[in-house]
């Protein structure tokens, strides 16, 4: 049977865009997972989907004002810059202080002339430093990591709302910690409680940064069959200038390598977003094309964003379903009026076209569960000829999205 279950939400145009404020320039087509196995996600993931919580969405590059690719790097290959080297060495000197700083460089000093991502990241956790050091030379702080999977804490909950209020100049009031536990420690993985399948960790974990027994920073990682993806990141706003962002994704790059995964996924990256701009710095990226829906490098793109284009592809511009597409651009006279009502109306960019779905589309192949019921799309349209229409409408929707392939193997949850 199939693992996951699918409830899909549709085609959502001109929604309130976070990163301009705009009001009506976002558009998704969004999907509310019941339930997920990783693989699913995994492959959902590299057609442009991220997650919130148990909402998949997938952004539709060609008609927003800020259009938000999917950014990742092979994690074994990643070529730490200077400024993160140097931001490394300056918070593992921070924790360990002057004295035992400069004893770890001497006992290390021949592995240390060659720079090595997985002893920087660990160099100040308090159970990598030596004991003969400990009492010789004790740090200045205690620096403890911890993984664990993603789970409820008044004490998680206090540094996030710390975090929203000093950090995003947020309201005390609007953050709460129902809003807190759906957001960033609920989630649809179907894996085990421990959090492990096959001896391998999967699903949705929280990596804990302590310092003095005090929780100041806390990344929210999903562990994936081939990857490990960032999903949210905080930290105490005192440790603010420590580039915790850049911190924090070279140790996850770090884990990606540790713990076996090919890549590690950064999430969106929008490229007139200064808050984004630091993911450009990690090399050797990819970003997904939007249309072809595979990962290129990142210079390619930035070619073109250097010209001033905000939606990029390098689609063939021959061809058909990619015509009116290489130059595409939305400025100050994006519509803002209500145009369109499905993702075919609407030319989503990276779907398959309806008439692609309905020729492939297998019907008693796909599994729909309806009025309490497991059943087939073909059957419905047997016993419900009235509801067929509609509910047909919403499995070719999501089709274009998903495609022919996981449709066949995951179940459509109908209301």
């Given at each position: 049977m199939a693992s996951s279950i699918f409830i899909p939400q549709g085609y959502q145009s001109h929604r309130s865009c976070g990163y301009c404020k705009r009001d009506h320039g976002s558009a998704i087509y969004g999907i509310h997972a019941y339930a997920i196995s990783t693989q699913d996600y995994q492959t959902l993931m590299d057609h442009g989907f991220r997650r919130s919580s148990s909402f998949l969405y997938k952004p539709d590059l060609r008609n927003s004002c800020c259009p938000q690719y999917c950014i990742r790097l092979e994690a074994s290959k990643f070529k730490p810059s200077k400024e993160h080297r140097q931001g490394l060495n300056r918070f593992s000197r921070f924790i360990l202080g002057t004295a035992l700083d400069e004893k770890l460089h001497k006992i290390n000093g021949r592995k240390m002339k060659e720079f090595n991502l997985l002893d920087a990241v660990h160099r100040a956790e308090y159970d990598t430093i030596p004991e003969s050091l400990l009492s010789e030379a004790p740090p200045d702080h205690k620096l403890v990591v911890t993984l664990e999977p993603a789970s409820y804490t008044e004490e998680k909950f206090y540094l996030y709302k710390h975090y929203q209020t000093h950090c995003h100049k947020e309201e005390e009031f609007s953050v709460d910690s129902e809003s807190f536990e759906r957001f960033l420690c609920s989630n649809s993985f179907t894996v085990p409680k421990d959090g492990h399948e096959n001896g391998l960790r999967m699903g949705a974990w929280h990596q804990c940064y302590y310092i003095d027994s005090q929780l100041v920073a806390m990344g929210v990682i999903d562990f994936l069959?081939?990857?490990?993806?960032?999903?949210?990141?905080?930290?105490?706003?005192?440790?603010?200038?420590?580039?915790?962002?850049?911190?924090?994704?070279?140790?996850?790059?770090?884990?990606?390598?540790?713990?076996?995964?090919?890549?590690?996924?950064?999430?969106?990256?929008?490229?007139?977003?200064?808050?984004?701009?630091?993911?450009?710095?990690?090399?050797?990226?990819?970003?997904?094309?939007?249309?072809?829906?595979?990962?290129?490098?990142?210079?390619?793109?930035?070619?073109?964003?250097?010209?001033?284009?905000?939606?990029?592809?390098?689609?063939?511009?021959?061809?058909?379903?990619?015509?009116?597409?290489?130059?595409?651009?939305?400025?100050?006279?994006?519509?803002?009026?209500?145009?369109?009502?499905?993702?075919?109306?609407?030319?989503?960019?990276?779907?398959?076209?309806?008439?692609?779905?309905?020729?492939?589309?297998?019907?008693?192949?796909?599994?729909?569960?309806?009025?309490?019921?497991?059943?087939?799309?073909?059957?419905?349209?047997?016993?419900?000829?009235?509801?067929?229409?509609?509910?047909?409408?919403?499995?070719?929707?999501?089709?274009?999205?998903?495609?022919?392939?996981?449709?066949?193997?995951?179940?459509?949850?109908?209301?």
């Open positions: 069959p081939n990857s490990i993806s960032a999903v949210y990141f905080m930290w105490h706003s005192d440790l603010a200038q420590y580039g915790f962002g850049k911190l924090s994704a070279c140790r996850e790059i770090a884990l990606a390598i540790e713990e076996q995964r090919q890549y590690y996924y950064l999430g969106l990256y929008i490229d007139k977003c200064q808050k984004m701009k630091y993911k450009a710095s990690f090399h050797p990226s990819q970003l997904l094309d939007p249309i072809l829906n595979k990962f290129l490098p990142f210079e390619r793109f930035q070619e073109e964003f250097s010209k001033g284009k905000s939606f990029v592809t390098f689609a063939d511009a021959d061809d058909e379903d990619s015509k009116e597409v290489v130059t595409n651009e939305k400025d100050d006279d994006f519509p803002d009026d209500d145009e369109g009502s499905n993702l075919f109306e609407m030319n989503m960019a990276g779907v398959l076209s309806q008439d692609q779905v309905v020729d492939n589309l297998k019907e008693k192949d796909v599994t729909v569960f309806f009025r309490h019921q497991l059943t087939t799309l073909n059957d419905i349209h047997t016993k419900y000829t009235r509801a067929y229409r509609l509910i047909k409408e919403k499995i070719v929707e999501m089709t274009a999205v998903i495609g022919i392939d996981m449709i066949h193997e995951v179940i459509t949850y109908i209301f």
